[in-house]
């Protein structure tokens, strides 16, 4: 706070006023070093892990002109992921390595992607979603026999992970402040010493002149601290990884169907991804929420889109997996009090949810078929069109099930108080389904 209120100096001032600006900043990027057994001088401070992504794989790029190839993973962080499929339009050629069914990276497809004419590997060093960690450092000595540089998003990693970056195979690795208890807006990318590192942000001589513009002074003072903190905690990530586990085994013998996304061998000791499956994520958030418990669906920057998961995707899950998965992530703060709540919460969510929702069946990772297609449309009209429809007048849906060309639909509200409306309700339903979908389909309203 007082770099808000007192010390609001610019630390590239000539002035004292500047000056102790200055020094708190050098001591924050101290901070950081000590965390990822860095030099100071390897520092560079950014506004955000996207910032620190983008400027590190431009940086490789722009280092050695005559190389167009890069490689990375289908399972990246949209950050690196849609940086690569834009430098795909700009000519160079990338290839995204897959994952097996737990999320793990195979060495050997690394070495068969590698060529001379590879400029980057860029990965991260643990999901955002599942927690998997990837061999990073095997990665690396592969990269370097080809001469490529490898870039590690270690967003999710930093704080979590013991690095030491002297001993590392790493050249550039990107964090984020708000992964690790600092405010938002604020990150720093590891630069190896030697390494040429042409600005992305091209201005000052701010960072080196590695990155020009003002520092984000309070952010950047609270980043050396968190970074602080975090490694006073590093040797013992044990609190974390048994309340993640307590919750884990519990949710797994409480509710039937239910399985953990990703290797439980090497993961965040923070992180569970649960599929409970035949429900909507979305659907299990949502009621979370109201009780006051905050999880994911997909990544933070996806969730509120109904696409499933790119991670899970790629991990090949079936379709029941792919909708009913959610991400809880838990912290040095996370209390045994708040997991109970959870344990306590959760199987009855999932019971109602299970309970009212049409089962999500497991084939429609492949492209669907017909009968599937037409199944979709009938829930597409009876959500969009038909539910609004009966709201007007109080009405709703209570469940529905869709079986080949006939529909059942159970109502309830307004539309269950007389019969006679029930069966002008099934006509009107019944007319909008024929007239979209199919005239052989038939509609059983009760
Ligand atoms: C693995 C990973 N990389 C990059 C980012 C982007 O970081 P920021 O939100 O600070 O731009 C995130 C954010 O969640 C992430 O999880």
Redesign the pocket.
Known sequence: MPYLTIYYGNPSSMHSFGGQVAKAVQKAREQVAALLGAEHSEIIFTS??????NAAICAALTAQPDKHHIITTEV??S??LNFCKHLEKQGYSVTYLGVDSQGRLDLDEVQAALTGNTALVTM?Y???ETGVIFPVEEVGKLAKEYGALFHV?A??AVGKVLMDMSKSSIDLL?L????LHAP?GV?ALYARKGINFPAFMIGGHQERGRRGGTENVPGIIALGKACELAQSHLENLSHERQLRDYLETSLLTLISDTVVNGTTEERLANTTNIAFKYVEGEGILSSLNQYGICASAG???TSGSMEPSHVLKAMGLPNSVLQGSIRFSLSRYTTQEEINRVIEIVPDIISHLRSITPRIEDETTSSPTKEQEKANLIQQILEEEVKPFLAQDGGDIDLYDIEGDLVKVVLKGACDACPSSTATLKLAIEARLKDRVDPELTVIAV
């Open positions: 955000c892990g996207t910032e620190g992504d990246e962080h950050a690196v991260m643990a999901n955002n998003d967003v999710q990107t984020s402040g708000h992964k938002k990150g990544s933070a920057c």
